[in-house]
């Protein structure tokens, strides 16, 4: 936990000094926010953030507003490493259609968003599984829990049935992650192979009850 100085207050950057710029304004307003970390402990860096907007900052809360936007960087960041180096590689894709590669990012998107909020919850969110998995999903993910429990009597799943993290910590074991509490906990490239095999078994789970002729 940081405890934290907060201020806030109307700047001006100035125009650069270059003649091919004399078209536009002298100066654009905007707000600073400023986010300094106090009594840090011995040893750490503190926290220091400046932030430059363009949103009316008049009081405290628009501040805190501001700061919690801000906060949010880190996921967006984490989103975008899903979709690209860190899991499905749209950099490399050969796809030469802008049309087709919309299409192409709206279906990484959502497996991307999915793996984030496997991310997210890997620490014990109570929210149900449904945010992320149909009802038919869940319930291969039951079956899948149950033979994970089987195998190792050393290891259960801790959290809440149907919640979130519970499907998780099931995703994470699919994905290569041991599942002690030891260890290191999964990060989304292990979600995504979690997922990808998951997808698999699910479609199987779907069809276990029809009759082939």
């Given at each position: 936990?940081?405890?934290?100085?907060?201020?806030?207050?109307?700047?001006?950057?100035?125009?650069?000094?270059?003649?091919?710029?004399?078209?536009?304004?002298?100066?654009?307003?905007?707000?600073?926010?400023?986010?300094?970390?106090?009594?840090?402990?011995?040893?750490?860096?503190?926290?220091?953030?400046?932030?430059?907007?363009?949103?009316?900052?008049?009081?405290?809360?628009?501040?805190?507003?501001?700061?919690?936007?801000?906060?949010?960087?880190?996921?967006?960041?984490?989103?975008?490493?899903?979709?690209?180096?860190?899991?499905?590689?749209?950099?490399?894709?050969?796809?030469?259609?802008?049309?087709?590669?919309?299409?192409?990012?709206?279906?990484?998107?959502?497996?991307?968003?999915?793996?984030?909020?496997?991310?997210?919850?890997?620490?014990?969110?109570?929210?149900?599984?449904?945010?992320?998995?149909?009802?038919?999903?869940?319930?291969?993910?039951?079956?899948?829990?149950?033979?994970?429990?089987?195998?190792?009597?050393?290891?259960?799943?801790?959290?809440?049935?149907?919640?979130?993290?519970?499907?998780?910590?099931?995703?994470?074991?699919?994905?290569?992650?041991?599942?002690?509490?030891?260890?290191?906990?999964?990060?989304?490239?292990?979600?995504?192979?979690?997922l990808e095999h998951f997808h698999t078994i699910a479609t199987g789970w779907q069809l276990r009850d029809v009759c082939m002729p």
């Amino acid at each position: 936990m940081a405890q934290l100085e907060l201020r806030f207050g109307a700047v001006a950057l100035a125009r650069p000094q270059s003649r091919f710029l004399r078209h536009l304004p002298k100066q654009l307003p905007l707000a600073l926010v400023d986010v300094c970390e106090v009594n840090a402990p011995a040893g750490a860096e503190p926290l220091r953030w400046r932030l430059l907007t363009s949103h009316e900052v008049t009081s405290t809360e628009d501040a805190w507003r501001i700061v919690g936007w801000y906060k949010q960087r880190w996921i967006i960041e984490q989103f975008f490493r899903v979709l690209k180096t860190h899991g499905f590689k749209l950099e490399d894709s050969q796809i030469g259609s802008a049309d087709r590669l919309l299409k192409l990012v709206a279906i990484a998107a959502k497996a991307a968003v999915i793996t984030m909020q496997l991310l997210q919850a890997r620490n014990g969110s109570q929210q149900s599984a449904l945010i992320a998995f149909n009802a038919s999903e869940i319930a291969a993910l039951n079956a899948l829990n149950r033979q994970i429990a089987a195998a190792s009597k050393r290891l259960r799943n801790p959290y809440p049935p149907d919640s979130i993290a519970w499907a998780a910590w099931i995703i994470g074991r699919l994905g290569g992650w041991d599942g002690y509490p030891s260890s290191k906990p999964p990060g989304p490239i292990t979600f995504r192979h979690g997922l990808e095999h998951f997808h698999t078994i699910a479609t199987g789970w779907q069809l276990r009850d029809v009759c082939m002729p």
